[in-house]
């Protein structure tokens, strides 16, 4: 027995077939919610949704303001599922429809069925330590899914059931600028090998011996949660860990690095997981399927030399 | 300005114990202030000083949690000049409405906050979105992810929200509820002085909503099954003990 209707909702418009094809998989009707205008729904009409619902953002205005216009929308159905795509902005926009809907919103889920009639997903809690089974008992609920959590579909016939929501912003937010980022986007999910920074580095100067191990192993740089929040020497988005970013690369190598419970599920997808620490005990090494145990310093220039 | 910095009392995660039934073991794991509310309690530190200002800090959540003093302690020596708390043992927090529910009761009933703080999320569920939840259901503007906050006057900050491209700035009226970034600011160690005067700062336990009901069932909660890895562990830091590790490499993956 399948659920009866889904709603996407996504603030960028490259999330929605992934989107659409896994609720497609749980629910007899899915509908998209765009943010943009009449042209922007018609380019997504292919995304594998049976209907597409547009909100068309002002250029001050911003998504969430049509949070109760989208509540209204859902709750036309006597009982469905909102999936968002797990950004900051997909959240505020999930947080705001919840509570018009009366539900919670679960983020960052993964493992999305139905079990007797209701949303069932997991989730992780506790920094990693534990996966939660949840099922909404609510007639509506609301997830953010990040993305790579749905298997794409066969490409489905592009909808003609596009129409404006009904509903205008409600209490908007006032923005007064927008710009975009200066610093580099590196894509740590997309990475193929990552060379991993642990607190086991003495100074922010010795991040250049990790950059040229990288680079003689065309990786990619990231780091722990401490090393970017309390050292502040690498950016926030390149931190691996629950709560930061979660990786899949052929090669993760940790350096100098501890292996907290937090950071282990941020990496523990890697297919080989390499270690250097001097400490023995490391709980990092449990997780290792090579571990060094050694000094960083020692190491790190006899390893370039030999992979250059 | 008033102002309310929400903090959730959590179990130290790198502290909890999995049985080998994969089930986690909490008891006796002790109990610390969320990671990321540590930046909403800097935040309000930060807002509050200057004359006229005050920080209050709240917190909801079951007896074991929110009664020890160590804790209350701990919480009132990162600057708040009081602590309310909802405890609740029949809610089990588990979901982000039933945690914004009380939350934004307990807000109506301290009265007239202007600004209402919350971290990017907890320790334990990590939701990211309780705080939206908090403005919803208030009725107040909500920004989440929030960088930076700035005084315009009584009644106005501007807010910067830092998405994952692009950075936003909005004016927002008070009151508010702001979710921060971690990356606001770096929360500062308390001095043996304000662990002092913890002590002597007013707690006071507020009522918990009547209805608050769970929108979700849990039916599991498993640790992650232990992936396999090889362990190949050898000791050493010279030439040889190096080639070892390059032969991996080469073998496995380049």
């Known amino acids: ?308 | 300005m008033k102002i309310v910095a929400c903090c959730k009392v959590v179990p130290d995660e790198e502290l909890i114990q999995v049985l080998s039934s994969r089930e986690l073991s909490l008891d006796g794991v002790p109990a610390k202030i969320s990671q990321y509310d540590l930046n909403a309690l800097e935040a309000g530190k930060k807002l509050s000083a200057g004359a006229g200002n005050t920080l209050t800090a709240l917190s909801i959540g079951g007896k074991t949690f929110l009664e020890p003093t160590k804790i209350r302690k701990d919480i009132l020596s990162r600057g708040a000049d009081d602590l309310k708390l909802v405890i609740d043992d029949s809610v089990t927090f588990d979901d982000s409405l039933q945690t914004a529910r009380a939350i934004a009761a307990a807000v109506r009933e301290i009265g007239d906050a202007d600004l209402i703080l919350c971290g990017t999320g907890s320790s334990d569920l990590y939701a990211q979105v309780t705080g939206i939840q908090v403005g919803a259901l208030l009725g107040y503007p909500t920004v989440n992810n929030v960088t930076d906050i700035r005084v315009v006057d009584a009644g106005t900050v501007e807010v910067e929200r830092t998405l994952e491209n692009s950075v936003e700035t909005f004016s927002v009226p008070l009151p508010a509820v702001l979710s921060v970034s971690s990356e606001i600011n770096t929360p500062g160690v308390p001095a043996m002085r304000d662990i002092m005067r913890a002590g002597k700062k007013p707690v006071a336990v507020l009522a918990a909503p009547g209805d608050n009901a769970a929108s979700a069932d849990i039916l599991s909660q498993l640790a992650p099954e232990q992936q396999e890895r090889r362990q190949e562990i050898i000791e050493g830091d010279n030439e040889e003990a190096v080639d070892k590790l390059v032969a991996f490499l080469r073998k496995e993956v380049l």
């Open chain 1, 1 to 308: 027995m399948a659920l009866t209707s889904i709603y996407v909702i996504s603030d960028t418009a490259a999330a929605f077939p992934e989107l659409c094809a896994g609720a497609k998989q749980l629910a007899g009707s899915v509908t998209a919610i765009v943010f943009g205008d009449l042209a922007a729904a018609e380019a997504a009409a292919g995304c594998g949704a049976d209907r597409i619902l547009f909100c068309p953002v002002s250029d001050a205005g911003s998504p969430e303001d049509y949070a109760a216009a989208i509540a209204a929308e859902v709750k036309k159905d006597a009982s469905a599922y909102v999936i968002v795509n797990n950004t900051i902005l997909g959240r505020a926009i999930a947080g705001k429809v919840g509570v018009y809907l009366d539900a919670a919103v679960f983020s960052n889920v993964s493992e999305l069925a139905e079990e007797n009639g209701r949303l069932a997903f997991s989730r992780t809690v506790y920094g990693g330590a534990a996966a939660r089974r949840i099922a909404f008992t609510t007639p509506y609920g609301v997830v953010t899914v990040g993305g790579g959590t749905f298997e794409m579909g066969a490409p489905l016939p592009a909808t003609t059931q596009i129409a404006q929501i009904e509903g205008e912003p409600a209490a908007p937010l006032n923005r007064i600028s927008r710009d975009e980022k200066r610093e580099t986007a590196v894509n740590l999910t997309a990475a193929r090998r990552i060379v991993d920074v642990g607190r086991g580095l003495a100074k922010e100067e010795d991040l250049e011996i990790c950059r040229k191990l990288a680079s003689v192993l065309d990786a990619e740089v990231g780091c722990s949660r401490p090393v970017a929040e309390n050292n502040k020497w690498l950016p926030k988005n390149v931190y691996m860990g629950i709560t930061g970013v979660q990786v899949k690369p052929d090669l993760l190598l940790a350096i100098g690095l501890s292996g907290q419970i937090q950071h282990i599920g941020g990496i523990n997808k890697s297919r080989f997981i390499v270690a250097v620490n001097k400490d023995k005990s490391a709980p990092i090494f449990k997780s290792a399927d090579f571990g060094l145990v050694g000094d960083l310093y020692k190491v790190l220039p006899l390893l370039i030399e030999k992979l250059s």
